[in-house]
């Protein structure tokens, strides 16, 4: 049973390494059942929240929408389709965004979704 949990686990590793752009819960779930079709959500859920708390993940919160995963890393911002639906990774950060803070405001962060159609959509 423990071999099989760790086997589940180490799936869910393997998702998240080979993606391309921030996932659900069920897209990581349908790219795991491809190597393991036993895999269950709740094993993925689990390792997850344990990627999440070890840093080594990061959610992707968009309003409106079921959380999405990605590798942790620097500071960036996200793409969403307006037609397929996918989130993709934007490079980066534009430093001008911090004029658009009052005077006497003071920003502790910022997040930034831009929408519109992915290459394959537009
Ligand atoms: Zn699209
Ligand atoms: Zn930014």
Avoid: W
Wanted: proline residues 5%; positive net charge.
């Amino acid at each position: 049973m423990q071999a099989r949990n760790t086997r589940q686990k180490q799936i869910v590793d393997k998702v998240m390494g080979k993606a391309t752009r921030p996932l659900t819960v069920h897209e990581i779930l349908a790219g795991g059942k491809k190597f393991l079709p036993s895999l269950g959500l709740a094993t993925v859920y689990r390792e997850l929240n344990r990627l999440v708390e070890t840093g080594e993940i990061q959610t992707v919160t968009i309003p409106g929408d079921p959380p999405r995963y990605e590798i942790a890393k620097q500071h960036h911002h996200h793409f969403k389709c307006t037609k397929c639906d996918n989130v993709y990774e934007l490079e980066g950060c534009l430093k001008e965004i911090t004029k658009l803070v009052p005077k006497g405001f003071k920003a502790e962060s910022h997040d930034i979704t831009l929408y519109g159609l992915c290459r394959a959509c537009a």
